[in-house]
């Protein structure tokens, strides 16, 4: 791969991609939104990142800006690593700058496919851009400090598609010499309900809220929280969309009933890591409070679009919309104004049609 990839995104998942990628060879763009400028500073002005953890290594990176149109210039590939809250802000510094024929893969997805193909259509209609997501993080990773970051756990499998879906295999052999574990999988939805963290997260979050509070962020999700009950919670919003999948006739990420007995429920399934009660995973502090993301982020962008596919196929989601009902008394915000149908472009649709559009693109 001779030209540049560019990974947007400054956080925990951007700095450890810019810094993977850079000690197996590629060149990269990395580059930051203006706003976390700060944050970033360090990495922006050193261009130089460290490693801890599983790798325990440094490097310079190819290309280090807070500007979008410079990262973006020359590319073919771009790899979104951020937050899915953030999807709105840095799709609307991405669009002016994006060209045909240029792939965007979003990390993880949470269906953001979909919305960046509704705001291109919205936006910039003559643009002819390749968009596909992931339904993981390669890495578990966080920063320890300045373009310092940890990296305690590697992916060992990760689905992969485009939108539309015809164009996935092809896709995918853009991005196989970067991640070979990928592997494609239906459509984007498939990919959007084979992510874990909205099924294991809220609920094992919203199941230990007292303790969380009580202990001012002393408490550890993986070691403490998915108990025999939580675990039952947690398998109940599995089982609810894993049947809304089955109704609309997509593959999605199955699990076996143990894998919901271990204290990282299925997280741990797809990822090289110990996982069990005394190693690396179980000692990660958090979340050590209700406005966390496993609350804010899983549970608007990763259930309310599966509980409104739900209802459009007659599918009940009980548990599933018990969970966001919860958050949004919890943290005083109506969760259900997350991504929906009409955020991705799918109101008014049937499941025909969303099949369809899912696979051709119209």
């Not at 990142?49 to 310079?60: C, F, H, Q, S, Y």
């Not at 271990?262 to 958090?286: E, H, L, Q």
């Amino acid at each position: 791969m001779n030209k540049p990839i560019a990974v947007l995104g400054g956080g925990n998942g951007g700095h450890q991609m810019a810094l993977d990628l850079t000690l197996r060879g590629f060149d990269v763009n990395f580059c930051e939104h203006p706003d976390f400028k700060e944050s970033f500073k360090n990495t922006l002005d050193t261009k130089i990142i460290e490693n801890t953890g599983l790798i325990e290594d440094k490097a310079r990176i190819h290309e280090v800006t807070l500007d979008f149109k410079k990262a973006m210039k020359d590319v073919d590939i771009i790899y979104l690593v951020i937050p899915a809250i953030a999807h709105e802000s840095f799709f609307d510094n991405m669009i002016p700058h994006l060209r045909d024929g240029q792939l965007v893969v979003i990390w993880a997805g949470d269906a953001g496919a979909l919305r960046l193909a509704k705001k291109l259509r919205e936006e910039a209609p003559r643009k002819r851009i390749n968009i596909a997501e992931t339904n993981t993080l390669p890495y578990g990773t966080r920063l320890l400090g300045p373009s310092k970051v940890d990296l305690f756990v590697k992916a060992k499998k990760m689905f992969f598609s485009t939108f539309p879906a015809k164009e996935t295999e092809e896709m995918l052999g853009m991005v196989k010499e970067t991640f070979p574990v990928l592997e494609s999988i239906d459509n984007i939805l498939s990919v959007s309900f084979s992510n874990p963290n909205p099924t294991v997260h809220p609920p094992g979050t919203l199941l230990n809220i007292g303790r969380i509070q009580w202990s001012k962020g002393d408490f550890y999700l993986y070691r403490e929280g998915i108990t025999e009950a939580p675990s039952r919670i947690i398998r109940m919003v599995y089982d609810e969309t894993l049947a809304v999948a089955k109704a609309f006739g997509f593959r999605m990420r199955e699990f076996e009933d143990e894998q919901f007995r271990n204290p990282c429920s299925v997280m741990c399934v797809d990822f090289w890591a110990p996982f069990d009660k005394g190693g690396i995973v179980a000692n990660m502090k958090g979340p050590s409070s209700i406005y966390n993301r496993y609350i804010t982020e899983d549970l608007p962008y990763g259930l309310v679009h599966r509980s409104q596919l739900g209802d459009l196929v007659n599918v009940p989601t009980p548990i599933i919309d018990s969970i966001i009902n919860l958050g949004s008394g919890i943290c005083e915000s109506n969760f259900w104004k997350g991504r929906t149908l009409m955020d991705l472009g799918l109101d008014g649709m049937n499941r025909e049609q969303i099949m369809e559009y899912l696979q051709m693109g119209c």
